[in-house]
């Protein structure tokens, strides 16, 4: 009997000796579309992994995953790690927040605290050994040094564990009905990191690099040992946000009101002297200029906003969505006003009543200081009919730190002011009269609001599909 269980000792000698070196467990916090995980992602998904092979993280993403937002209330009623993310918790009541703090002091807190079980919301903690990780609340995801286990229904506890920390894969792979595939990339908050090998089972996955494993392949899939673990920041992503701005701002550029006060500003100017052509350039640059920093102020406390409200962690992708619902119905009221054209539409045109007082106001104008004195209150009349897509574009924005948003917003209202600039320059060279654009805005506004529906439509649509 004692030669039987020394035989047996030894045969689990591998295996515990493998699992031995995973001893450090911490649970993570992040969301993607969060500028601040977007720094800390790359440090605690990659960089710390790889430093240390002992660790274990345990990801919780809370944006695009709002079953997981209650979680983070959990754990901060039992170890008052506060519910800013990113975040890592420690089950010896240590946490740290914020991307700044991760960055600096994570390894610190990883070399001085030893072996850690895995903090769990009820306060207690385990070793990932023991876990049953199909257990956890919540959709984690468990990552070590070179694989990350997603768990899902349905998957035995014993395998989950063995794809974490056993050393020899293929031998787990190959004892269960996983099939290898195409899906690769894990996404973070501002990228991805890119696996060198992919498989399934039922509803869970493992992503890892290494050894080929002895496994039918996908179709035009080859096998390559070479290691491809790393953290990959597409500027897809960022293109996709200069796309969303771009045709928003179009959207706000061929806006009738918008249009409509320059107009009549000019007229302003060449009412009281008709003679004076460089008055006329210098009014109108110096009216457009005025919009366009006031636009920019607006734009920024339109962004603070959003982020305020982003404070509450679980509404990051409901805000999308709402975004993207605002700009479906901006959208239709916009198409509205191409077949069934009223003035002063809701959202999209000047309100009749504000119209006697903008026109009063304007005509005092008789110097460029007054058009840039002019511009800049006038643009609270303009706000009604052209906060729309602005709005948007603000939310879209609020991702990012808000000192980053603002070459953002600086590219918006160059696109915003186009128009502007254009019809100041074609009335200044003689080339139109302004009474000529006035009169093509008026033959053509059903089209310019047909031209502003059908994008914002699209986009909004787009935005509510996941597509950008």
């Not at 990191?193 to 996908?218: V, Y």
């Not at 969505?321 to 700009?327: C, D, E, K, S, Y």
Request: aromatic share 8%.
């Amino acid at each position: 009997m004692a030669i039987a269980l020394f035989a047996l000792a030894l045969a689990a000698l591998p295996i515990a000796s493998a699992q031995a070196d995973k001893n450090i467990s911490a649970v993570y916090f992040t969301g993607i579309g969060c500028p601040h995980c977007a720094k800390a992602d790359p440090v605690v998904l990659n960089d710390l992994l790889i430093e240390y092979p002992n660790l274990i993280i345990v990801e919780y993403e809370i944006y695009q995953d709002q079953s997981n937002a209650p979680l983070i209330f959990s754990y901060n009623e039992i170890y008052e790690s506060g519910i800013g993310i990113p975040l890592l918790i420690f089950a010896n009541g240590q946490s740290i927040v914020g991307d700044i703090p991760i960055m600096n002091d994570a390894r610190n807190v990883l070399d001085a605290i030893g072996s850690i079980g895995c903090p769990l919301p009820d306060g207690t903690s385990a070793d990932i050994r023991f876990l049953d990780m199909s257990k956890m609340p919540g959709n984690p995801k468990f990552w070590t040094n070179d694989r990350v286990v997603i768990p899902g229904p349905g998957t035995d506890a014993g395998i989950l564990r063995d794809l974490l920390l056993e050393e020899n894969l293929t031998k787990v792979l190959a004892s269960g009905n996983f099939r290898l595939d195409h899906d690769d990339m894990v996404p973070l908050s501002g990228g991805q990191i890119k696996f060198q090998h992919a498989a399934t089972i039922g509803q869970s996955s493992i992503k890892w690099n290494g050894e080929c494993p002895d496994l039918p392949l996908p179709d035009d899939e080859t096998c390559d040992n070479e290691s491809a673990f790393g953290y990959d920041s597409p500027r897809s992503l960022e293109d996709l946000t200069v796309i969303k701005i771009l045709f928003l701002a179009a959207v706000d550029a061929v806006n009738p009101c918008a249009l409509a006060v320059l107009t009549l500003m000019l007229i302003a100017i060449l009412t009281y002297d008709p003679k004076a052509r460089r008055k006329i350039l210098l009014a109108g640059m110096a009216f457009t200029l005025s919009v366009f920093i006031m636009y920019i102020v607006y734009g920024l406390v339109i962004i603070r906003f959003f982020q305020l409200i982003q404070a509450i962690t679980s509404i990051r992708l409901v805000l999308y969505r709402i975004l993207g619902a605002v700009a479906m119905i901006l959208g239709i009221l916009n198409l509205k006003d191409f077949f069934r054209y009223k003035p002063g539409g809701m959202m999209t045109e000047m309100p009749m009543r504000m119209r006697p007082k903008l026109k009063k106001l304007i005509s005092g104008i008789t110097s460029p200081r007054g058009a840039f004195l002019v511009g800049a209150f006038v643009t609270v009349f303009l706000l009604p009919c052209t906060i729309g897509p602005y709005v948007i574009a603000g939310g879209i924005l609020s991702a990012l730190e808000i000192l980053q948003t603002i070459p953002w917003l600086v590219l918006y209202n160059l696109v915003f002011v186009v128009p502007m600039v254009a019809i100041t320059l074609l009335v200044y060279f003689g080339t139109k009269e302004v009474e000529d654009v006035s009169g093509w805005k008026d033959r053509n506004i059903r089209y310019l609001h047909l031209v502003s529906g059908s994008i914002i439509l699209l986009l909004g649509l787009s935005m509510l599909l996941g597509l950008l």
